[in-house]
């Protein structure tokens, strides 16, 4: 007991340098682990620009070869991926299509990365009718279908995505490649309990596949799993498949934004600050530079918000596409150029119909006191049960203005139910609502 006793006095005594002595090893350690994934990180970019280099010279050598161009379409595509040069997107584009116009017969792969370059650049009607051909050609491989139902979500063809999702094996739903497609669908559903189930199973499985995968595609697998944790309010498990996909590429750009809007909702601006540059300065994503301009302002420093701000709108015009979503949502919010977002948001809905279309048409609405126009969009938001807590806090903030107080409260309370996180400020304003209709003996 004696000694016990003498080793706690001890500790007390020496605590500071002692643990102060441990942060050290730690910090040591995980320095050399950075230099050590960056390494391989620079390894691998080597060898895949190698690999871009000897199939663009065979390319050259003979402009008759399919299968080379198809090589070089997935290897600018992978390369887009990891650095977010959208360059890299439109040179894949034009190689797969060269290839299939030199070969259809044989050359099936070569419609994979045509249909996700043009996913790339928001041209989701295209990418859906090349998926379609894609199943023509081959109606029974499930990984097409899989690449067809994922299509059909972001057009809003949700009979066409539940036909190509329930007719998939269910062995077929566990791989890699089809299992995060799936989950996507369950969670547009409604079933975000078992989207997380299969994304946390899928990241397992990439972990112990890892000598098979690039460093960018293991990133990619922890980011989903960071992804529907950030969505559903579970900041910790967000946190740690961060830190894993960080652990494999530790300057992902996308991870980087994830841990910014990670950060934001904690109210820890600074980190937001400093993982949100980290994330810009690799890619101008108008989503993570409206996140340190609202950053900034909580902060008090309005100058340096609006010099963020002015600097979304430039990177917005850059932009694939007809408009930048998370750009308009940001305006809205911030009651900006409103008569304009909602002309670009019914303009894309005439041909890309889904959820998140009609949920921002519904909020421009809303921002212009156009209740029942308001009303009935959200309604289409919500019609596949998709529990998202961005959806239910624009529906509630709708039904109070339209005067529908219960259901107000209603959709209020499934908002923070199902995220109280789902943003930095607006749960506050959900709160406040609730408080108000409960003063006005609302039930």
Sequence with gaps: MKIRIAAILVLAICGTGFYGAVRSVYAARARDEYRAAMADVRAEAARRDADIAFYAKRSQEDPAGAFDKSQLAMLYLGRSRATGDFNDVLKAEQLARNSLGLRRSHNIESFAPLISSLLSEHRFTEARDVAKQLVAEDSLEDSYRGILGEVDLEVGEYEGAAKAFTSLSAQSRANLGIAPRY???????????????????????????????????LAWFHLRVADIELRNGRLRGAEKAIRAGRAALPNDYRLLAAEARLASVRHDWQRAISAGDSSVAIVLDPATLGLIGDAYAALGNAA??????????VAVTQQPGAYHRAWSLFLLDHGRRIPEVTRKIQEELKTRRDIYGYDLLGWAMYKQGRYAEARAALQTALSQGTQDAVIFYHAGMVERAAGRPASARASLERALAINPYFDATHPAAVRETLDSLRREGVN
């Design 183 to 217: 989950a996507r669908w369950l969670e547009i559903r409604g079933n975000s309990a078992e989207a997380r189930k299969i994304l946390y199973r899928t990241e397992k499985l990439a972990d112990s596949a890892r000598d098979q995968l690039t460093r960018e595609q």
């Design 304 to 313: 340096k918000s609006e010099e963020y701000i002015r600097t979304m709108e």
